[in-house]
């Protein structure tokens, strides 16, 4: 029997979350003997009913996963034990662990000092003490090795992937009227690195150079206090062609996507960075920056920019509005990039790798 930590089912979604929480639904469907292990306080219940989660324990957070979860284990004669989100008990030997970036290494002013203490703390024991590391990208498997001196052969790279609910309108080459609205997209985070305190300079210096005949609105979706707290910009000083639209439902993200002239990506660390895959397999064409992981995610699918170089960066955008044939291009590429990656095979290679690891044993 094959354990599974699925503490993510009581997490707030965030791209660590989403590649657990779809690696698991895909992995319930494949193998039989499986069991997904959880605390108290499920906050997406749909799905812990689709993996038939078994809540054990009465604490929640850290102390469960640290202290009830290994004693759960245990008691059962220490199986392997999954981990898909970025930690995992520290002292339960018999694990696979995953570990998305070392983000809070390389850019420890986008967390909390509680946070980057926690992690720099309990990363290199967990790392240490697992039987194996997932990453989801060579680049990070380059970093983890370079930060915590693991073994490469220690490390399997298994990608995320696009959710099947995102796909292009029936009529998806960018032709649109001008009577539509038109705006460029951008999916916002708290954390310093993703850089949208930059976008925001970009964009604003893209309009003062575009020569375009019609508006365009840049729609920044998710939560925006914190994101742009450090930016010189103050709110009042925004353009009118700037909107903050908060969170979306899946549905809504989806025509968002769809109907979006471009989606931008300008983050400057990425272990892997799924947004500009649902974008590409939504239609839509994206700009990306040239860091980190983007280039080995996206290959030549996109159109990059340095996120460091304001001028190229609000260059990008430029070109993105005003070529309607690149932007096609760019949609076509998009498909074709989008199908190296699947749910259904990463899960199929977390089970090589489990079966693997059992004979071993």
Not at 47 to 66: M, N, T
């Amino acid at each position: 029997m094959l354990y599974v930590n699925a503490r993510f089912l009581t997490q707030e979604m965030t791209g660590v979350q989403r590649f657990a929480e779809m690696i698991s639904l895909e992995l319930a469907e494949l193998k039989k003997d499986i069991c997904f292990l959880c605390p108290p306080g499920i906050l997406r219940a749909s799905v812990a009913e689709q993996l038939g989660v078994c809540i054990i324990g009465y604490y929640s957070g850290h102390f469960w996963e640290q202290i009830e979860l290994p004693v759960f284990l245990k008691n059962k004669n220490n199986p392997l034990l999954l981990n898909l989100g970025s930690t995992g008990p520290v002292f339960y030997k018999n694990k696979i662990v995953t570990h998305h970036d070392v983000s809070y290494l390389r850019y420890p002013e986008s967390y909390s000092k509680s946070f980057v203490f926690f992690y720099k703390t309990i990363v290199p024991l967990m790392v240490k003490r697992s039987r194996h590391l997932i990453t989801v990208s060579e680049f990070s498997k380059d970093e983890i090795n370079l930060e915590y001196k693991t073994e490469l052969d220690k490390i399997s790279v298994i990608y995320n992937a696009a959710n099947v609910i995102f796909g292009p309108k029936h009529n998806y080459i960018n032709n649109k009227n001008n009577n539509d609205e038109i705006y460029l997209l951008a999916v916002s985070s708290p954390n310093l690195h993703k850089n949208f305190h930059g976008m925001l300079s970009a964009f604003i210096e893209a309009m003062n150079k575009s020569k375009s005949s019609f508006p365009v609105k840049l729609k920044i979706i998710g939560a925006t206090s914190s994101v742009f707290s450090k930016t010189i910009y103050k709110k009042e000083m925004y353009s009118n062609n700037i909107e903050f639209i908060g969170r979306v439902t899946d549905e809504e993200l989806v025509d968002l996507y769809q109907n979006a002239l471009a989606f931008i990506f300008p983050s400057l660390y990425e272990g892997f960075g799924i947004p500009p895959l649902e974008a590409q397999a939504s239609g839509c064409p994206v700009v990306s920056s040239n860091r980190a992981a983007m280039p080995e995610v996206l290959g030549d699918s996109v159109l990059y920019f340095d996120p460091n170089d304001g001028e190229a960066f609000s260059n990008a955008i430029v070109n993105i509005i005003e070529n309607h044939d690149l932007r096609n291009s760019l949609i076509t590429r998009g498909f074709e990039n989008v199908g190296r990656f699947s749910w259904e095979n990463s899960a199929r290679k977390i089970i090589e790798l489990v079966n693997k690891i059992e004979v071993s044993s």
